[in-house]
């Protein structure tokens, strides 16, 4: 990925419980036509995820897997250029998506499961280092107390960047939450370390309260993507996870 450009990473829920859309994606069909939507609107990485990221229903890996798999496999034969990103916390089924395909995986959790990162040095895939606040898989944080947490935050992004790179990871992408205005500074010397801003949005104006499955995603949603995104190239940031909202993707998003 070219270090002076910005990239939008889309999202497809492969989950029938996404807060956000509602599961206008988990049928596999919906969740094919909308990789070829957002790839011709632009987004040069795709994420595919599998399990709601907040409480609800158990998913175990192998159903996890047959959701985010064969998805991967299929747009990789059908775009071959673009980066395929995997959301998941567990080796085995970032295993078997990069064996499909995958070019990132996307550990939103923190280093929950310690084999992501052999996985992907295994794999030569990249890896996605992250800040969660100590939370445990699928909870949501209660009350997360900093002394510092500018230096608390960028300490653990770096401690994780460094395992990963010490495990071999031969690509590092740390993310920020822009929400905390927290800003990473120096890549670690081992491994080659991008910074990605996530900007939250949807949920926090009362978008996809009240929601049926099948909706879609919701009309509204607060701005601020396209502006972050200038002010985060004026901080010279090199790989990004943007909210950022493009005519026709109104959820062309990722974090």
Not at 3 to 20: G, H, K, Q, W
Not at 80 to 108: H, K, M, Y
Request: proline share 5%.
């Amino acid at each position: 990925v070219a270090a002076e450009l910005a990239r939008v990473m889309a999202i497809i829920n492969r989950t029938p419980d996404s807060f956000y859309d509602k599961g206008a994606t988990f049928h596999l069909e919906k969740a094919l036509e909308r990789a070829d939507a957002v790839i011709a609107d632009g987004a040069s990485i795709v994420d595919v995820g599998g399990v709601k990221a907040g409480p609800g229903r158990e998913v175990d890996a192998a159903t996890e897997a047959a959701r985010v798999v064969g998805m991967i496999a299929w747009i990789r034969d059908r775009h071959p250029d673009v980066l395929i990103s995997v959301d998941t916390w567990r080796s085995e089924v970032a295993d078997q998506a990069c064996a499909a395909g995958a070019d990132l995986i996307n550990d939103t959790w923190a280093g929950a499961d310690p084999g992501l990162v052999s996985v992907a040095a295994a794999r030569g895939a990249g890896i996605v280092c992250s800040h969660t606040g100590g939370a445990t898989v699928r909870t949501r944080p209660h009350r997360v107390g900093y002394a510092d947490i500018v230096g608390e935050v960028v300490a653990e992004l770096g401690a994780a960047a460094e395992r990963a790179a010490e495990a071999g990871v031969a690509h590092l992408v740390r993310t920020v939450d822009a929400d905390l205005a927290v800003e990473v500074d120096e890549p670690v010397e081992a491994g080659d370390v991008d910074a990605a801003v996530g900007l939250e949005g949807g949920r926090r104006d009362g978008a996809g309260r009240g929601r049926e499955p099948g909706d879609g995603p919701p009309a509204r949603r607060r701005p601020g993507g396209a502006p972050a995104l200038r002010h985060r190239d004026a901080q010279g940031c090199g790989q990004r996870a943007l909210e950022l909202f493009l005519p026709g993707v109104p959820d062309t998003v990722s974090y």
